[in-house]
Nanobody, 115 residues
Framework: VQLQASGGGLVQPGGSLRLSCAASGSIFRIRNMGWYRQAPGKQRDSVAVITRGGTTTYVDSVKGRFTISRDNAKNTVYLQMNSLKPEDTAVYYC??????????WGKGTLVTVSS
């Protein structure tokens, strides 16, 4: 499974960005998909996860601002980020896991929230 993320960039506080991540390869193996982020000097943490059936979970700091969604037909997961704050600045990584217990990671995409 290969994951290709896109959509990062520079945005002002209060602005919005949409991240996309397309999966290719043995996509039938994919169970959950999601997004992690890693800010400078910090560990990589989960932001949002969506199951194949559409159940979502979010870290408390993004609830009400971020929305994760998934198009199983396109094998793509999205992260709509609204009301962005400087503390959302991080490298965002797309993630997927398989029914066999394997984890897959995409290359990160940088999100910078700054005026």
């Amino acid at each position: 499974v290969q994951l290709q993320a896109s959509g990062g960039g520079l945005v002002q506080p209060g602005g919005s960005l949409r991240l996309s991540c397309a999966a290719s390869g043995s996509i039938f193996r994919i169970r959950n998909m999601g997004w992690y982020r890693q800010a400078p000097g910090k560990q990589r943490d989960s932001v949002a996860v969506i199951t194949r059936g559409g159940t979502t979970t979010y870290v408390d700091s993004v609830k009400g601002r971020f929305t994760i969604s998934r198009d199983n037909a396109k094998n793509t997961v999205y992260l709509q980020m609204n009301s962005l704050k400087p503390e959302d600045t991080a490298v965002y990584y797309c993630y997927a896991d398989s029914y066999a217990g394997m984890d897959y990671w995409g290359k990160g995409t940088l999100v910078t929230v700054s005026s």
